[in-house]
């Protein structure tokens, strides 16, 4: 049998797996071989000058309309450093605006030329293109200098638009009718300038996508803008550093919960920035915003005036646990007849209260004035409220109405100055000490807060205001501290009074954990707060040799437990079967041996997970290890190099599905491990396995003897494309 006994699908498919430089041998096997072959080297056509005009290619477009109708793909980056021209760029651009008519199976174009190649002529050639009905575009990038208001018009099968914005503008797109009752991924990326530029600024447009959209978007963006070799124009996630999201009108919930869960899986940003065309932000977006994780959140406003044009006001600007504060009036409640807070709200001379914009927040220094007392003694009529203006704060009296707005003062300072906040007021020593306590590390990095956990023992009240507590007591050499023991004692003393602790984290040397202490902190941990126990946790992560099962029986309210284990940690937990009555994300890091260590392999038990943690299990393990400046451990999910996925029993085929495709969103292993206890391999389980981005895929199979303790054998041990062909063998047999 020769290649020309082959199907036509698969005469195809033998041409895509040849590479370009042998196509040319190919297509001389024979006429039908070289028709595969040409479409194969003309589906794709890149100009960039990285690769060199493809000069030739262009003029055997232009001359043979046949091959110019293979042209699926077309890439124009005509871009250099400096910007300076190069000798045969208006002549290229001339032929491709010659060329593109006959590319009547065109279906994603790039757009993106220097700005002194857009002349009117050249601005208006490439605008009739887009206009003219020659192709109908999925995916479309241009620059902003071409884009057209009423493109919908002319591609109604567009599902990716991008714009190339050059500058920083943060102005919103015109958008025309057309963009109405369109499902459609609207991105403008803004290019930090360089020899190759990459985007570090990116817009989108959430209240024109469909709930599935929004759901998806970063896999359509991803997908949408594929790095190939000859591209001079990078798209990373990780160098964007700014989101900015546009609101024309107020979204339904889903959509935006779908959209912020979706961009908070591709991006790992610096600020987000709201901009609003004349809207409020909804209640209901407050616990989603305070969750996203950025280091800063901004709101604008954008207003159009036929005669003043676009202008903007930035509205709040802050960390993402102070958008609540800016979101509910105070300050303008306590404002008397024709008053007015910073944020454009009071009260109309009548006394009726007004609200400029958005619903904003402004913790506002008022002048105390007294009423004369003949206004008192009216009878029957209330005193007359005197107008009350903003004067310099060093002349002033603090006015906070409810007591998170103190807490949230407080918020602002730096931990340096929040001792000088507490002796400023008596009002807000409270509240600056709640934040000084609310979150505290114990790191050998830097000094042992021995006077935190003392002044906690010593005052309960104090010792209530922690919510996170991170101890981490590990030294490169592993040489005792001289005051290790003796904090680990104040430790356990003080333990009992952290009643509203939520969040603790438990990793210390070996010789810290004797089984005298090992045994005092079960005894803590276990103590259930309904019969009288002491905190009830949310995220506990601790060593393996505490007593995991019963502290999970006790901590009903457990939504994540980590388990430290150091080396070499393939063995499974022993986790007992009442372990598990609760959707709960259980995870083994472990690392190697350094002064700052970090964690190159993560164990994962799928048992107890429920479709909607696995579906976000992403999302969960980020935000539940936060890098803070003074923790010794670190987690990074571009270190991990070995994902090891352990059952116990066959998980529910949604649940699998699901939480392979959200570890894929956040690992890139060299390796995935299955590791099984005496279950069997089944069919369905091979595709979302087929799928996940890996290098070596191993499966293992764990048995338990009371005599042996605990075995395993590799069972397979090789790529995705092997691991079918396992299955297959092993179909039906008890592994």
């Excluded at 036509?8 to 297509?27: G, N």
């Excluded at 757009?111 to 490439?126: A, F, K, Q, W, Y």
């Excluded at 100055?417 to 790191?443: F, G, M």
């Amino acid at each position: 049998m020769s290649i020309h006994d082959l199907p036509f699908e698969l005469k195809r498919t033998v041409a895509r797996l040849c590479s370009p430089q042998a196509l040319p041998q190919f297509a001389l096997a024979s006429k039908e071989m070289k028709s595969h072959a040409e479409q194969v080297l003309y589906e794709s056509v890149i100009a960039c000058h990285l690769e060199g005009l493809p000069v030739g290619a262009i003029s055997t477009l232009e001359s043979n309309r046949e091959k110019a109708s293979y042209v699926v793909k077309l890439n124009v980056e005509l871009r250099r450093a400096h910007r300076e021209a190069r000798p045969g760029d208006d002549t290229f651009l001339e032929s491709l605006l010659r060329v593109c008519p006959g590319l009547s199976n065109l279906k994603y174009l790039t757009l993106s030329v220097r700005e002194d190649m857009l002349t009117p002529p050249n601005v208006e050639g490439l605008n009739a293109l887009l206009r003219g009905g020659y192709f109908r575009l999925v995916h479309l990038f241009i620059d902003e200098a071409l884009y057209l208001p009423k493109v919908m018009d002319f591609q109604p099968e567009l599902e990716v638009l991008g714009v190339f914005r050059g500058n920083t503008s943060n102005t919103p797109l015109s958008l025309g009718s057309s963009f109405e009752g369109r499902s459609l991924l609207l991105v403008v990326m803004t290019r930090r300038v360089g020899l190759f530029p990459c985007f570090n600024k990116i817009h989108l447009y959430p209240d024109l996508m469909s709930l599935k959209l929004a759901e998806s978007f970063h896999e359509a963006l991803i997908g949408a803008w594929d790095n190939e070799a000859g591209r001079s124009i990078r798209f990373d996630p990780e160098y964007v550093m700014t989101l900015n999201v546009h609101l024309r009108s107020i979204p339904t919930q889903d959509i935006f919960h779908a959209f912020m869960a979706s961009a908070a899986r591709i991006f790992n940003l610096g600020e987000l920035a709201f901009h609003l065309q004349g809207n409020m932000i909804q209640d209901w977006m407050v616990k989603t915003l305070e969750r996203f994780p950025t280091r800063d959140i901004e709101v604008v406003n954008w207003t159009s005036s036929p005669t003043e044009g676009t202008f903007s006001r930035v509205l709040f600007r802050g960390l993402g646990e102070e958008v609540s504060i800016f979101l509910y009036p105070s300050a303008a409640c306590l404002l008397g007849p024709g008053t007015q807070n910073k944020a454009g709200h009071g009260r109309t001379p009548s006394g009726q209260l007004v609200k400029g914009g958005l619903v904003g927040v402004n913790l506002f220094y008022l002048r105390k004035v007294d009423i004369p007392k003949e206004e008192k003694a009216l009878s029957g009529r209330k005193p007359v409220p005197r107008r009350i203006t903003p004067v310099c704060p060093s002349q002033l009296y603090y006015i906070f109405t409810p007591s998170m707005l103190k807490t949230a003062v407080a918020r602002f300072c730096p931990p340096q100055t929040l001792t000088q906040l507490a002796q400023a007021c008596k009002q807000l020593k409270p509240h600056a000490e709640r934040v000084l306590y609310e979150s505290v590390i114990a790191c050998q990095m830097h000094d042992v807060p021995v006077g935190a956990l003392s002044a906690c023992a010593s005052d309960k009240e104090k010792a209530s205001y922690v919510v996170s507590l991170n101890i981490e007591l590990h030294r490169r050499p592993r040489e005792p501290h001289p005051n290790d023991a003796a904090f680990f004692e104040s430790l356990l003393c003080v333990s009992p009074d952290l009643k509203n602790l939520r969040y603790l984290t438990l990793s210390v040397r070996d010789d810290l954990l004797t089984p005298s202490n090992v045994e005092r902190l079960n005894n803590i941990l276990c103590i259930a707060q309904s019969s009288g126990g002491y905190f009830r946790l949310v995220r506990l992560f601790v060593d393996e040799r505490l007593d995991l099962a019963r502290i999970v029986e006790f901590q009903q309210g457990l939504e994540m437990l980590g388990v430290f284990r150091e080396g070499c940690a393939n063995t499974p937990l022993d986790l007992r079967p009442s372990f598990g009555g609760q959707s709960l994300l259980v995870v083994m890091p472990t690392f190697s041996h350094s002064f700052i260590p970090s964690y190159n392999e993560i164990h994962v038990y799928l048992d107890f997970m429920d479709v909607s943690l696995a579906e976000t299990f992403d999302i969960v393990l980020m935000r539940s290890w936060d890098n803070e400046a003074g923790r010794s451990i670190r987690f990074d999910a571009e270190y991990v190099m070995t994902l090891s996925v352990h059952l116990r029993t066959i998980p529910p085929q949604d649940v699998f599905r699901a939480f392979l495709a959200s570890a894929n969103r956040i690992f890139s292993p060299v390796t995935l491990t299955i590791h099984l206890q005496g279950n069997m391999m089944v069919d369905w389980m091979v595709e979302p396995l087929e799928q996940y981005a890996t290098r070596e895929i191993e499966v293992v199979n764990w048995t338990f003897s009371p005599t042996a303790g605990a075995s395993s054998r590799s069972l397979f041990f090789g790529s995705r494309k092997e691991l079918p062909e396992f299955v297959r063998k092993r179909k039906g047999v008890h592994l």
